[in-house]
């Protein structure tokens, strides 16, 4: 029988994306996807995924905690699987940006797990958004702060 990893002993996950960690305040809204039109020959074999309809219209504050150019985790009450957000933050010594993204995984509550260096990290309650929307120069500024700390 295999022996099985601990946290401390597995290899850490390599994430597609590169991402820098960060603590800025985040204005939330819940939102639902824009409705289609279709002609009748494309609505009868059109599928799409439905964004969760819980809470439309709520607005919530949040902490961004770490941002790639693909999508960002956002610390705070977790939403829905499959929920529309729009997402307004500060950048310091840039504009601010708006963005639109889905909620694709989320962490209910939260959790302590042990480093690789065997510290413990408290991890909290949050949801992780993929990028629907976000201007072109807000992903390119993005991408310039995170190749900095690479």
Known sequence: ???????????????????????WNASCEKMVEVEQKLQPELAAVYERVRANPEGV??????????????GAFLEGEPLPLLSRVA????????????AVGWVLWRRT?????Q???????TLGAGFGVVFEWISLE?????????????
């Open 1 to 23: 029988m295999a022996k099985k990893e601990t946290a401390a002993e597995a290899p850490r996950i390599q994430r597609r994306d590169a991402r820098m960690t960060v603590a």
């Open 57 to 70: 219209g709520r607005r919530f504050q949040a902490t961004l905690r770490d941002l790639s150019v693909n």
């Open 87 to 98: 997402l307004a933050f500060e950048v310091p010594s840039f504009k601010p940006i708006e």
């Open 109 to 113: 509550a939260p959790c302590t797990v």
């Open 115 to 121: 480093r690789p260096s065997g510290a413990p990290i």
């Open 138 to 150: 807000a992903r390119l500024e993005i991408a310039r702060r995170v190749a900095l700390l690479a």
